[in-house]
């Protein structure tokens, strides 16, 4: 069965430092992709980076990075440069090849102190 | 540039009463979905539809009933609301279930059931 774990539940981080939201997975299916999205408080879901499971380098978009560790079942997101803006909800995903569906990890909340 | 849109944004119902909540996605995206979010929970899959006349069953489907006349719209109905109902409720779409298609969402339907 597909489980996404987001342990923390807050994270608070000083605008312009880097920052790194973890998520670990449990799947059995040597095929699948990793997905996150922002939540702002305006509550729109926004997708941001995507990893698969077979590609052999870390995501990257823009001041988004995937720190993606196979062994280790990990995909967390690195936020380089944090901006007020990026005050959100976070949530990380994963989907297994061929699914149609995709699980939703608990979500974990940043915030960008001035 | 709609991409997916919900009606209503908002709505308040008394418990027994009935409702539709309408998804319209114009990106020609066969796979169309319905969850709800609540505090704590991330998001739950209530039905998804893999193409025009079809529906599934996700994680949290009692209560709720789907249809899929056109390609291009989602229905959600609930044939009598619960205060258990109440939440935001997200339609998303996506274009296949190549797992690097990520699902886009609508800015989400906030549901008070008194």
């Known amino acids: 069965a597909q489980k996404i774990t987001q342990t923390q539940p807050g994270m608070f981080v000083q605008e312009k430092e880097a920052v790194t939201l973890d998520c670990t997975y449990d799947t059995s299916d040597p095929s699948y992709g990793l997905f996150w999205y922002k939540q702002p408080s305006s509550g729109e879901m926004i997708f941001l980076i995507y990893?698969?499971?077979?590609?052999?380098q870390n995501a990257t978009e823009g001041r988004y990075s995937l720190n993606f560790q196979k062994a280790r079942k990990s995909a967390n997101l690195v936020i380089s440069a944090s901006q007020l803006g990026d005050s959100a909800m976070y949530f990380c995903?994963?989907?297994?090849?061929?699914?149609?569906?995709?699980?939703f990890g608990k979500g974990m909340k940043l915030t960008v102190n001035p | 540039n709609a991409g997916v849109t919900q009606t209503p944004k908002f709505r308040v119902l008394k418990t027994g009463q009935s409702m539709t909540l309408l998804c319209a996605q114009d990106m020609n995206h066969e796979y169309m979905y319905w969850y709800r979010q609540d505090p704590g929970m991330g998001l739950r899959l209530i039905h998804y539809s893999v193409g025009e006349g079809t529906t599934a069953k996700g994680e949290v489907p009692d209560g709720y009933n789907v249809s899929r006349l056109k390609k291009q719209n989602f229905l959600l109905g609930l044939e009598s609301a619960a205060p258990s109902q109440t939440s935001v409720y997200f339609c998303?779409?996506?274009?296949?279930?190549?797992?690097?298609?990520?699902?886009?969402f609508g800015d989400g339907t906030r549901l008070s059931i008194l």
């Open positions: 998303a779409s996506s274009y296949s279930v190549n797992s690097n298609q990520p699902q886009h």
């Open positions: 995903a994963m989907r297994e090849g061929g699914s149609e569906k995709l699980v």
């Open positions: 990893q698969g499971s077979y590609d052999q």
